[in-house]
């Protein structure tokens, strides 16, 4: 696939230099508060160095979902291993490292191991929107060669958030309720 980028543009054009960040033993109540205050779906957990990262997903499917307190968990128990990047890394390299790994957020860190920055999905789009198309056709292939499900089950499932857990993904009509497939597995599981 070929695309028409403007001056070949880097992950510095488009990265968010100034990171929130919390330490491992913050609270996952506080980390939402944080998350609400500056607007941002994840915050990057550093002590002494990088460790994680927490995602609004994160907090709903490991905390809300489970009825756990957010005042009882704190940041290392929920938190994701990170993806990292270098500085001079090309846009189109950072979105292929997303479509590879399935993730929307990249820490740009250097070769001294400083966090310097986070690259997100909706960065990359707001600078250079024809890489969308790059995120689109790698999902299509995936979809074909994966193959997960049948063609007759795809016409069943939408996009959307689970009534039951709460998380946003592909949903299917469960007696009348649209479920994540794992909150499906979870449904037959309990009968």
């Known amino acids: 696939m070929e695309l028409n980028m403007k001056d070949n543009l880097g992950i510095k ?6 990171v ?4 491992t033993d913050t609270n996952i109540s506080d980390i939402a508060a944080i998350m609400t205050e ?14 994680g990262i927490v995602t609004s ?6 905390v809300v979902s489970k009825n756990i307190s957010p005042q009882d968990i704190t ?23 997303m479509i590879k ?27 250079s929107p024809e890489l969308i198309e790059l995120f689109v056709e790698e999902t299509n292939i995936d979809n074909f060669v994966d193959n997960e499900y049948s063609s007759e089950s795809d016409e069943r499932l939408e996009e959307g958030v689970c009534e039951k857990c709460g998380v946003y993904g592909q949903l299917e009509n469960n007696n009348g309720q649209y479920l994540c497939q794992e909150c499906i597995d979870d449904k037959l599981s309990e009968e």
């Open 13 to 18: 054009d488009a990265m968010t230099y100034n």
């Open 20 to 23: 929130i960040t919390a330490n």
């Open 38 to 51: 500056h607007n941002i779906s994840s915050v990057v957990i550093e002590d002494q160095k990088v460790e």
């Open 57 to 62: 997903n994160n907090i709903i499917s490991k």
């Open 75 to 97: 940041a290392d128990m929920v938190m994701d291993k990170f993806i990292s990047v270098n500085p001079e890394t090309s846009l189109i390299e950072a979105s292929s490292l």
């Open 101 to 127: 790994n399935n993730c929307k957020v990249l820490l740009v860190i250097d070769d001294n191991q400083q966090l310097k920055g986070i690259l997100t999905l909706t960065d990359i789009v707001r600078v």
